[in-house]
């Protein structure tokens, strides 16, 4: 084993980052980055972050009502409890630690609108808050004594002991041992389990695999969200999303014929709950026959479009689009996961001294649909709630001794064969989109658990690639089991 830690933290995004922060310094911590350390859902987060600053013209009660219809009333509501009243503190803090919210000329935090939101409580960077956030939480991280980083570190296998777990993790090429009293899984979505997804490459939900194999409970992970929005490129997998905030400003959203339908679906409009503006948008294309859509913000001012959303603006150039002038083309695509390892309001596991944070949890707080901008709430408050529970148990036991090192199986071996991650790709994308065809989830969840089958006979050869056709496989099927026995 190379080292021992009292945590071992699986993540680089939002979640990871501010949980390292919340650790006192006499925690010894390592953080494990699967690729380069920018590199995380939460940097692409574009809105902002849902919080109520101003109780004057908003209330807890109006923002938990609003997450809580957006979810269906499917929700956690001691979980929506906690994220709306401890999260404010937690915004703050991150100002504190460098995050630049844009600000009103009297210094207070600028807030927008976004859809399913009854006030204005979105705080945001412009339109790159995500990056904003953690930028400045990197930047603090990378100043602590007791936080080691390991970037580019594929973490390929986990055990569990008595006393805490060993990783096993792939760093240039050669095999890493590391031993920990705890260990928090902060590890992102699942998008790449989809062939079109909004989110970034290492988003192909490993912490869940992992989590799922070492015994831990997953809950509800056909819960995916359908971003109405995404820019409706032709060719690329990842497709980068057009924010709430753009709807939440005055953009509207257009049928082939450039024509305003979405208020002919739900009396919200463009500001519906991102469901329902998906499954809108799904219902119009198969009524004009046509899967071309439109965003249309070119009545607002050019200035104010450029300055509200220069990320946005110079990314659609990039495609050809000047959404100043231009209709932006969207299409739904896959977003985000409001299910995942299951966690109880200390984010803790059903495994003794697992926990898990961010999009790779289910925390219940967002029922059967997240509202816009809580995520990166989520992410902050029940990180660090995570970071103070296993400090508290770190003071009451100390370190535990870890037990037998387990044996380490070789990383050599044969690749893997090619074509695998298309197929499960291709499988979900059919067969589990906005409006699923039940009709064909038996024979899709046959079809994963071939794959499976194959990916687990054998030794292959411990690669990126290996580990994560692994994960997407052990996802897709826990989707499709889910919803061929009816337990979304």
């Known amino acids: 084993m190379d080292k021992q830690y009292d945590v071992v933290i699986?993540?680089?995004?939002?979640?990871?980052?501010?949980?390292?922060?919340?650790?006192?310094?006499?925690?010894?911590?390592?953080?494990?980055?699967?690729?380069?350390?920018?590199?995380?859902?939460?940097?692409?987060?574009?809105g902002g972050v849902a919080c109520v600053l101003d109780t004057v013209h908003d209330a807890y009660k109006l923002h938990i009502s609003d997450t809580l219809i957006a979810g269906k009333y499917k929700n956690t509501l001691a979980a929506v409890e906690k994220l709306v009243k401890e999260g404010p503190a937690d915004v703050l803090k991150t100002k504190e630690l460098g995050v630049d919210y844009d600000l009103n000329p009297d210094g207070t935090m600028k807030k927008t609108l976004e859809a399913g939101h009854s006030?204005?409580?979105?705080?945001?960077?412009?339109?790159?808050?995500?990056?904003?956030?953690?930028?400045?939480?990197?930047?603090?991280?990378?100043?602590?004594p007791n936080v080691d980083i390991l970037d580019n570190a594929l973490l390929y296998s986990m055990h569990k002991t008595l006393g805490g777990f060993y990783l096993s993790v792939l760093k240039d090429g050669a095999p890493r041992y590391f031993g920990c009293s705890y260990c928090l899984l902060a590890t992102g979505g699942i998008?790449?389990?989809?062939?079109?997804?909004?989110?970034?490459?290492?988003?192909?939900?490993?912490?869940?695999?992992?989590?799922?194999?070492?015994?831990?409970?997953?809950?509800?992970?056909?819960?995916?969200?359908?971003?109405?929005?995404?820019?409706?490129?032709?060719?690329?997998?990842?497709?980068?999303?057009?924010?709430?905030?753009?709807?939440?400003?005055?953009?509207?959203?257009?049928?082939?014929h450039g024509e305003r339908f979405a208020f002919d679906y739900d009396k919200r409009g463009e500001l519906a709950p991102r469901d329902v503006v998906s499954n809108a948008i799904i219902r119009e294309s198969l009524k004009t026959g046509s899967e071309r859509f439109y965003l249309d913000i070119t009545h607002k001012p050019a200035d104010f479009v450029?300055?509200?959303?220069?990320?946005?603006?110079?990314r659609c150039l990039e495609e050809g689009v000047d959404i100043t002038k231009d209709r932006i083309p969207v299409f739904p695509c896959q977003h985000y996961l409001m299910g995942g390892i299951d966690v109880d309001l200390q984010s803790r596991t059903s495994i003794d001294g697992l926990y898990a944070a961010g999009e790779c949890a289910h925390t219940g707080v967002h029922g059967a649909n997240r509202l816009a901008s809580n995520s990166l709430l989520e992410a902050l408050v029940y990180s660090r709630t995570a970071a103070e529970?296993?400090?508290?148990?770190?003071?009451?036991?100390g370190r535990r001794p870890l037990g037998l090192?387990?044996?380490?199986?070789?990383?050599?071996?044969?690749?893997?064969?090619?074509?695998?991650?298309?197929?499960?790709?291709?499988?979900l994308q059919d067969a589990y989109f906005v409006l699923p065809k039940p009709e064909k989830y038996e024979q899709s969840y046959r079809e994963i658990e071939d794959i499976i089958r194959v990916l687990f006979s054998e030794n292959y050869q411990i690669s990126a690639d290996f580990v994560e056709a692994k994960s997407i496989a052990v996802v897709a099927s826990i989707i499709l089991d889910e919803v061929r026995e009816g337990n979304p």
């Open 389 to 397: 529970d296993i400090t508290r148990l770190l003071r009451k036991y």
């Open 119 to 144: 006030r204005n409580r979105i705080v945001h960077h412009k339109d790159s808050t995500g990056k904003a956030i953690v930028d400045a939480l990197l930047a603090a991280v990378q100043r602590l």
């Open 10 to 46: 699986v993540g680089t995004g939002a979640a990871g980052l501010y949980a390292a922060i919340c650790f006192p310094q006499d925690v010894s911590v390592l953080l494990l980055s699967k690729r380069e350390l920018s590199l995380s859902n939460s940097s692409l987060a574009q």
């Open 405 to 427: 090192e387990p044996a380490h199986r070789p990383v050599n071996g044969r690749p893997i064969p090619h074509g695998f991650r298309s197929k499960i790709r291709a499988i």
């Open 306 to 314: 450029r300055e509200r959303f220069p990320m946005i603006y110079e």
């Open 191 to 256: 998008g790449r389990v989809y062939q079109y997804t909004t989110n970034s490459a290492i988003a192909t939900g490993d912490g869940i695999a992992f989590a799922h194999m070492l015994g831990a409970k997953v809950r509800h992970l056909s819960r995916v969200q359908f971003h109405p929005t995404a820019f409706a490129a032709e060719k690329d997998r990842e497709r980068f999303l057009i924010s709430e905030a753009v709807r939440g400003e005055g953009a509207v959203l257009l049928n082939c």
